[in-house]
């Protein structure tokens, strides 16, 4: 009887012990299912979560668009306190302010050159009529003669502000070349001496101070 006893109690535990095994190959399966199974959730949760035709912009990226931004502000500013100058100071009329205010940005940027250098130019040369005649058939905002520089100037209206401003630029930018960058013997060769050269930088300090103004606008503006 006894040994009969001892017997079951063996046969139960080897049939407890067969049964915990199986349950673990069991579990694993059941894990890795579900873990299948989420994964494709997980991946449609992160797509909904962009809203269809959107996508993830790079910090760089976003950096880069604030940073023209800001600059774009600060061009525009500047633009306005030139204009608000050439108003009070010269008597223009806001629209043409404005118009010559944005060209000189335009070609001082494309052609490297300190806004009120270009300004200054323009008001010793023209007071900013564009209609200005001088000798030698200098014309228009910074009296540009033809005969001197006929292939540059060929077909244009000198007297149109936006192209006036662009081929004296030019010229001015040519000259800046040949004398590796010496403003005032630049100067003397636009206007022909060194008297002018000087009288040229001084006047745009007067200019300078708007530029200034301008810069520390936009500085505050980026904060």
């Known amino acids: 009887m006894t040994r009969?006893?001892?017997?079951?109690?063996?046969?139960?535990?080897l049939a407890a012990s067969a049964n915990a095994q199986e349950s673990e190959p069991s579990r694993a399966l059941t894990g890795?299912?579900?873990?299948?199974?989420?994964?494709?959730s997980e991946a449609s949760a992160l797509q909904n979560?962009?809203?269809?035709?959107?996508s993830v912009v790079p910090v760089a990226a976003a950096a880069s668009d604030a940073s023209d931004a800001s600059a774009s502000a600060a061009g525009a500013g500047q633009v306005h306190r030139i204009r608000e100058m050439l108003t009070r100071k010269f008597g223009l009329a806001r629209a043409k302010a404005e118009q010559i205010s944005a060209a000189v940005m335009t070609s001082a940027s494309k052609y490297s050159l300190p806004p009120a250098l270009v300004l200054a130019i323009i008001s010793i040369e023209s007071r900013f009529q564009d209609h200005a005649r001088g000798r030698n058939g200098a014309t228009g905002l910074m009296q540009v003669v033809p005969a001197a520089h006929r292939r540059l100037v060929k077909n244009l209206d000198l007297t149109e502000p936006v192209t006036n401003i662009e081929a004296g630029s030019a010229i001015l930018h040519g000259y800046l070349e040949s004398a590796r960058g010496d403003v005032g013997a630049a100067l003397k060769s636009?206007?022909?001496?060194?008297?002018?050269?000087?009288k040229v930088s001084l006047r745009a300090k007067d200019f300078e101070m708007?530029?200034?103004?301008?810069?520390?606008t936009g500085a505050s503006a980026a904060q």
């Open 49 to 54: 979560a962009t809203a269809p035709g959107q």
């Open 4 to 13: 009969l006893f001892c017997a079951l109690l063996i046969s139960f535990g």
């Open 210 to 216: 708007v530029d200034t103004a301008s810069a520390a």
């Open 32 to 40: 890795t299912a579900i873990a299948a199974a989420s994964a494709p």
């Open 190 to 198: 636009y206007g022909g001496s060194t008297a002018y050269a000087r």
